[in-house]
């Protein structure tokens, strides 16, 4: 609980220095209401899906008022409608942002104080916090402050929702602090970091500016091999974004704030080709980069080695591969362990070792093997004692699917479930729910998200406004399942799937 009141100030703090907008005033205010004015003073007109929208807005008074709630968002009484012209505004308020924290009942932190006659007050607001981007196109966008004597509005002012230009996206759930959910995208010149709750990732969040990259190649955010205290150290909030654009490879170290702490740059000599995998970041910000390289005589994983400082990347260590290893996954746990996952090129066997982080290659075992079907998706659920997975497999002809958990103590299969004939099935996503079990997401050969949870008479259900062209997830909690999705078009975007 001590986390999630610090996250909240954080937020808060972090949204009042972050949201100035345009530099010139533009003052456009609703007719005076009950007493009250509320008046645009910053406010863009082109809002790109993923990046932050600031606003700034006034509220004055014409007598002395009291019972104000002035709370740097999300604040319960302030409201943003975003419609369309001819549609009737619905209203999205900071009450509800609060509570998608998971604090039942929550009405954010309250702070309220006393306006006279003709006093101000300013706030600086980010639309991010109140409202997912629509579909690009032209809206009206207009702001209401619930007062104790009614409503104030301003007059609506049109913006663009613009196409979002994703070029490459990834996210990591950051289970050593068990509370953040990390995700990295990139546009044609910006990279971004956007940190959430894992559980609640509608929650309040942040979106944070990581500079330039080359607008093209694989993005990672790496995972962190640590268990920090119930209020964690610095470090914790300390995260490495590595991308992987021909053979140049590159990062750089954010706090919460912002700043970028390190960088590095390397040009691949020896592993030409190679795919770049999930890094590791341990807890004095030292950093792991695993490639998985297949050269003609046998596949190998090389790890590149960068200190908390930067500068550059040091070849580290060479793990030998099986000859028939396919796709190749890596995950790191709070204790500091390493996993390796292998899936064979026939997609029957996953193969895998967790331990110390090494230059020295593990042995690897069996974990799981199927005759009939092929294995399409794995994660790594735990590695607390042993490592448990979770796969997802489909029959030969992609007509129904099933998911399995397997671990030391756990032997645990739920399907099949049917796979409709007119959906054309691309690839999946799973996770495992405490209070609902296995829950599958699915998309589709036009990138549209559908999500069941198997058992009798399972459904596949559509995740309405999300599209994934580039990756996509789900995340459970004990309030419900979310789906997330990041496409070139619309963006990052959420979607409560499954309420319990």
């Known amino acids: 609980m001590r986390n999630t009141a610090f996250f909240a100030i954080l937020i808060c703090w972090i949204s009042s220095c972050t949201a100035g907008g345009e530099t010139g005033a533009v003052h456009q205010g609703g007719k005076m209401a009950n007493g009250f004015q509320l008046a645009w003073v910053d406010v863009g007109s082109s809002w790109i899906p993923s990046q932050p929208f600031p606003m700034r807005l006034r509220l004055t008074s014409s007598d002395r008022a009291e019972g104000i ?34 604090i039942e009942g929550s009405q954010g932190m309250l702070a309220n104080g006393t306006l006279g006659p003709g006093e101000s ?28 004597g009614g409503a104030a509005e301003t007059v609506a002012r049109p913006i663009e929702v613009a196409p979002a230009g994703l070029a490459a996206s990834d996210s990591a759930l950051q289970k050593a602090s068990e509370v953040l959910l990390a995700q990295a995208w990139g546009n044609a ?93 341990m807890e004095n910000a030292e950093l792991f980069v695993p490639l998985a390289h297949r050269p003609a005589k046998g596949s190998e994983l090389v790890w590149f080695r960068v200190t908390d400082s930067g500068g550059r990347a040091e070849e580290w260590g060479r793990w030998r591969l099986p000859q028939e290893a396919g796709r ?49 998706f794995t994660t790594v659920l735990d590695m607390r004692q042993e490592m448990t997975l979770l796969l997802v497999r489909a029959s030969e002809n992609l007509r129904s699917v099933s998911i399995h958990q397997r671990g030391a103590d756990t032997d645990l299969d739920a399907g099949p479930v049917a796979i409709p004939a007119e959906l054309k099935p691309k690839d999946f996503s799973a996770t495992w729910v405490h209070r609902a079990g296995a829950v599958l997401v699915m998309r589709d050969e036009s990138d549209r998200l559908w999500v069941t949870s198997p058992g009798a008479g399972a459904q596949w259900k559509p995740v309405e406004g999300l599209r994934a062209s580039y990756n996509f997830g789900v995340a459970g909690s004990l309030t419900g399942i979310v789906v997330w999705g990041a496409d070139a078009v619309l963006g990052l975007r959420f979607q409560r799937a499954i309420m319990f």
């Open 69 to 102: 709630q002035l709370l740097e968002g999300p604040n319960p009484a302030l409201g943003f409608a975003l419609y369309r012209e001819g549609e009737i505004p619905a209203w999205h308020a900071g009450a509800e942002a609060t509570a998608m924290a998971g």
């Open 121 to 148: 007050w300013e706030t600086s607001e980010d639309l991010n916090l109140y409202w997912l981007p629509p579909a690009p196109g032209r809206y009206l966008l207009s702001a209401r402050y619930l007062t104790p």
């Open 189 to 281: 010149s910006q990279l971004w970091l956007r940190l959430a709750s894992g559980g609640f990732p509608l929650a309040p969040r942040w979106i944070l500016p990581a500079g330039k990259w080359p607008g093209k190649g694989t993005i990672r955010v790496a995972q962190q091999a640590f268990s920090p205290l119930a209020d964690p150290p610095l470090p914790s909030y300390r995260f490495w974004l590595v991308w992987l654009n021909g053979n140049r490879l590159a990062g750089c170290l954010l706090d919460h704030q912002g700043k970028s702490l390190a960088r590095f740059e390397q040009t691949l000599r020896s592993v030409k080709g190679a795919e770049l995998l999930t890094p590791v970041q």
């Open 328 to 376: 190749v996954m890596t995950a790191a746990s709070p204790s500091g362990s390493v996993a390796l996952v292998c899936l064979d090129s026939a997609q029957h066997t996953v193969s895998g070792s967790f331990g110390p982080l090494q230059p020295e290659a593990p042995a690897l075992r069996v974990l799981s093997h199927f005759d009939q079907g092929k294995i399409l």
